[in-house]
């Protein structure tokens, strides 16, 4: 599975990005927040080698994030238990470029969408197909949570490509993005670089930009974005060894079960089979005879199975990339793997049978 060559939907090369979680004491409110996210992000724009910078309350592949359903101007909002959620990010001007976020329509949100401007978001491919299908969502207006709650509508000024925010591997959630500090909410914790040098080279003197606007400022989890996706595919492909292992485990003790109980049979059967032979049945014919039982116990038990994996879809669903969970052509191919392991597991008893004296067998108790 190349799970490193997915599109996760921004471009990880040359990105380097950091923590910046500000005190609530000495920054409690946007007033003072606001000056500090534009001097920081100048500075480190004045760095050689660095192309362009962003602050974001968090980058994507660290944090679940918040989520919440909206209102959509001229739409009565559906009841609430069947209002889809929409993943909220908070980010600072610049940051779609920043980040290689590809735009599909609109601009970016610049340094003039402040607290004073008209309200502005922008949303992602999925979440403008869900609420304007076959519409061209700009300038339509929405709010965050209902569009009965008592706050500003703001207008759709972007739309960019889905991203994987959450989950590496799971099909990207619909998302929207509120500049800040329109939004004050969530303030931005975070610090994203994009350079044309190695971004690790660079940690240092983007650290120290910051603390020449703040010497007590916090810094940490410094990382490049391509260390924040190998990780994410790490995690993803120790989830897939582990239940590999699981499952091969699972084989074994299945083909060794089949091979007990075949054994058995074929023990408790002995004398059935020496008057078989004694009355013309070939080796061939006990050979049949054998595997053919073994197989119908096998046919029962992937019966069963293949009825608890379509149960467990839903949570087999995370674990998978490229395929469906109900994928009809694995469901083949699983079962025929199955079968075969069941009678290569019976054909050692089977061929034991073959070989069983008719005198012996008739005497046999």
Do not use: C
């Amino acid at each position: 599975m190349h799970l490193r060559n997915l599109d996760p939907g921004f471009r990880a090369d040359h990105l380097l990005t950091m923590k910046i979680p500000l005190s609530e004491v000495k920054y409690p409110d946007k007033e003072r927040r606001t000056p500090f996210y534009a001097e920081i992000t100048r500075r480190v724009l004045a760095l050689p080698g660095v192309r362009s910078a962003a602050v974001a309350g968090n980058l994507p592949l660290t944090y679940d994030g918040d989520s919440m359903s909206i209102g959509v101007e001229g739409v009565v909002d559906p009841p609430p238990d069947q209002r889809p959620d929409v993943v909220l990010r908070v980010v600072g001007p610049d940051y779609f470029h920043t980040m290689g976020i590809p735009l599909v329509q609109g601009r970016d949100f610049t340094e003039q969408d402040n607290a004073d401007s008209a309200n502005v978001v922008v949303i992602s491919e999925k979440t403008a197909r869900h609420f304007w299908p076959g519409q061209n969502p700009i300038g339509k207006r929405l709010k965050p949570g209902s569009s009965t709650y008592d706050s500003p509508w703001k207008e759709v000024i972007g739309v960019v490509k889905d991203v994987r925010q959450n989950d590496f591997v799971a099909e990207p959630k619909m998302q929207m993005y509120l500049v800040y500090p329109q939004f004050s909410s969530f303030a931005p914790n975070a610090l994203v670089v994009r350079t044309n040098v190695d971004p690790l080279s660079l940690a240092s003197s983007v650290r120290n930009a910051i603390w020449s606007v703040d010497k007590d400022q916090p810094v940490s989890d410094v990382r490049s974005m391509d260390e924040v996706v190998s990780e994410a595919v790490a995690r993803q492909r120790f989830s897939m060894l582990l239940l590999g292992v699981f499952a091969t485990v699972a084989l074994i003790l299945a083909a060794v079960g089949i091979y007990g109980v075949m054994s058995y049979a074929v023990t408790q059967r002995t004398h059935e089979i020496g008057i078989r032979m004694a009355l013309g049945a070939q080796k061939e014919d006990v050979l049949k005879l054998t595997i053919g039982h073994g197989l119908k116990l096998v046919l029962i038990g992937v019966a069963i199975g293949l009825a608890a994996a379509f149960v467990l879809t839903r949570v087999m669903t995370s674990l998978l990339f490229g395929i469906s969970a109900t994928d009809p052509i694995t469901f083949v191919a699983i079962s025929f793997v199955l079968i075969a392991v069941a009678m290569l597991a019976s054909l050692i008893p089977a061929l034991r049978a073959m070989k069983v004296d008719p005198m012996f067998a008739l005497r046999y108790q």
